[in-house]
């Protein structure tokens, strides 16, 4: 191990070199940040370049970015459902029966949320 210097405690040659390596990492990192971003471009550019052809055959570009979003966040939600062990998948099923049919939807849920405002109303009210 170095001796520290006399000065201020720390081995000026030993932290110049140690402060070098993590420079030369992070400019690294930016670097390699820099290529990916510009990969991404393109691939963001081809993807733009395929909602202009699907405008072009008449496909409406808002609403077709609204199907491809939902099936995104579709797949997410299966994910989601399977990193779960296997127990825990089926106390998630045995909890989304339990909501019902659509209690896992926002509007079923907004549903659910209502019922249960008006039965702590009516357990009020009594």
Do not use: W
């Amino acid at each position: 191990m170095a001796q520290p210097a006399k000065g201020n405690g720390f081995d000026q040659a030993t932290l110049q070199a140690i402060v070098g390596k993590i420079e030369g990492n992070l400019a690294d990192l930016l670097s390699e940040r820099g290529a990916y971003m510009q990969r991404c471009r393109v691939i963001r550019e081809a993807i733009t370049a395929v909602y202009d052809d699907a405008k072009e055959h008449g496909i409406p570009k808002k609403e077709l970015r609204a199907v491809i979003r939902t099936r995104e966040l579709e797949r997410k939600i299966e994910q989601t459902r399977a990193d779960l062990e296997a127990d825990e998948q089926a106390t998630f099923e045995q909890l989304q029966d339990a909501l019902g049919d659509f209690g896992h939807t926002p509007l079923g849920q907004a549903a659910l949320d209502g019922a249960r405002r008006g039965e702590a109303l009516d357990s009020l009210r009594q």
